[in-house]
Every structure is written in structure tokens, then in C-alpha cells.
């Protein structure tokens, strides 16, 4: 014993040392406890990672107040050492306290969470993680058409908040509205194929119209918007080819894809089934006049 006390004596700072890498140690150790503990006991999943995430925030908070505590020697000096500090760091971990802001503000502000269909710089994908540094997602888009995964998991910090939009498919109203054109023969009979549409339209997407309109209201009565019709919609263009059917109609964040198909699909169905009063039209060329060729034999 009386040769540990001298050598504390003897080498002050490195003791020192040791001690706060022992605290923060013990720290660290109690916090991962905790999450497993609340991993093990908790069966709610939203619960558990909101819990999880919790025990990780005031963990780390504590971690910095008995850092500056103990290099200062008096709590009562925490503020002075935390202007200090700042001033000293904040240029080289600039983007790693954005980073931390921007998590604090993601939480508190409910920009998005784990469960919601973000776009963040330039990055589209189902958010599956947020933690105090970054936000991870599982992809949609790139290389695969319409919304389907990737298959890549993305890393993106947390400061991206804070330096552009971002793009939420799911807060508050789980809906968009899409659109896709239909080419009509000239000739066909117009207002059957326009029944056609609409008819199959409603028919098909009556669940997306009734669980949208209470939605909708809840937004208009929340921000500063008009209120939008969300039944489906069919607009005519008459192009130099063809009549131009325009059908826009609200749908779920997480089917457009397949509600798309299936729409196309019953449409496809139902004006081959007329036969011929209405007809899908297709690009044509029409060759006025065939150049003449000059062939020179003799040489």
C-alpha cells in the first residue's frame, strides 16, 4: 500500500489520467448495461428504442459534466470550462457537433423517425436508425425503378438537418398524389373511355380517398394550406397523335408502385373489352414523299 501512495505522489498526472479513464469507463459501462437491460425487458419496440436512445442521451450529458468537473475541481466552474472548451474545439469538431445539435433537434423538433420515408440530400430511403451522430437508412430509388429498395444501407449525418430540405412521405399525412398519361386513339368514343377511367379509378382507390379526406383536414386545419381535392381526377389534352388522358389521384407513400400497375392493368382490360369503340393509341410515322437516290454506275 505504502508503495502505491508514493507512486501517486511521485506521478500525480498519470494517476489523474488513470482515475478519469476509470469514471469514464464505469460510465460507458453502466450505460450499455442499462440499454441491454431495457433491450431485455421491454417488449414495445417503439418504446424500447425511444428508451434505449434516452439512457444513451443522459449518459453521454453526464459523461461531459463529470469531465469538466473533475479537470476543473468545482462544478461551480462547469460553465466557465464550457465556454472554454467550446471556444477551443470548435472549429475541428465543427461538423461532429452539428452533428450532435442536429440529432438533439431531430428528437425534440419530430423532424422525422425510425419508421418514416425521408429525402435528405439527395438520399431517399426508409429511416430504420437515428442516433446522436447519424441517421440511417435503408435506400429506394438509384438504380431500381419506382420505390424499391436498393439493398443499401445508408449512413448520413445528423448535421444534414441543418443544410438543406427534407423531404418527409409520411409525418402527419401518409399520402401523395401521383399520375400517369393515357394515349386514346382519335376516333374512339371519348366519353366511354372517360367512364372507363374514371369508373376504375374510383373503384380502386376508394380506400386511399376515405382514409385520406380526414387526414387531409387534420393538415389544413395545422398549416397554412387550401384544401385539395384527393378524389382521382381525369384531365384531357389533345396532342398532334393522340387524346392525352391525365388521371391524378392520391395513393399511399409505401404503393405507388403496385397501385399503379393494378390501375393500368384494369384500364387495359376494360378497353380491350369494347371492341374497338375505344383504342390505345401508339406513336406513327407517315412518309410524305421517299427521297430520290442518284446511282453512278460507270465509275
Known sequence: ?????NWILENPTLYSIIKYAMIVVFVLLVIQ???RFLKKNISNSSARYKSQKGIEFIGYVLLVILSFSYFTGNIKDFTLAIGLFSAGIA???QELILS???????FVVKVYKPGDRIEINGIKGDVIDVDSIYTTMMEIGQWVSS???SGRIVKLSNAFVFKGPIYNYSQDFPFIWDEFNLPIKYGSDI??????VIEIASKSLSDFTANSKAQWKEIVNKYYVEDAQVEP???ITLTDNWVQFNLRYIVNYKKRRITKHELNDSIRKAIESTNGKVTLASTTIELVKIPEIKVDVTK
Open 33 to 35: 448495461l442499462l440499454r
Open 100 to 106: 450532435i445539435a442536429g440529432s438533439i433537434y431531430i
Open 233 to 235: 381526377t381525369l384531365a
Open 1 to 5: 500500500m505504502n508503495h502505491i501512495n
Open 147 to 149: 420505390d424499391n429498395y
Open 191 to 196: 366519353e366511354l373511355a372517360k367512364s372507363i
Open 91 to 93: 472549429f475541428t469538431l
